[in-house]
């Protein structure tokens, strides 16, 4: 399965912005399937964002970005969303996607002034 992450750039402290990603493959049902974000900044772990559980529908956040984060799904295009809002200088870095046990190519995201 290839997972290709749309949506990243630059913007300044207190911005927004949408990522999205999108699952190619068939043969499965895309609404069951658990999905992520992840992201990894400079120097820095890859962390868990956001995750949501597929078909019993629920979504986890992580702490630094529960209430500012919002993650989304449109099953019928097998693609999951993370709004992101207030963002601030600590949320740069490479966001990643992540299902069907394969990791997206990251999206960066930079919050400056």
């Known amino acids: 399965v290839q997972l290709v992450e749309s949506g990243g750039g630059l913007v300044q402290p207190g911005g927004s912005l949408r990522l999205a990603c999108t699952a190619s493959a068939s043969g499965f049902t895309f609404s069951k399937v658990a999905m992520s974000w992840f992201r990894q900044a400079p120097g820095k772990e890859r962390e868990v964002v956001a995750v949501s559980t597929g078909s019993v529908g629920i979504t986890e956040y992580s702490s630094p970005v529960n209430g500012r984060f919002t993650m989304s799904r449109d099953n019928a295009k097998n693609t999951v969303y993370l709004q992101m809002n207030s963002l601030k200088p600590e949320d740069t870095a490479v966001y990643y996607c992540?299902?069907?046990?394969?990791w997206g190519q990251g999206t960066q995201v930079t919050v400056s002034s």
């Open positions: 992540r299902g069907f046990n394969s």
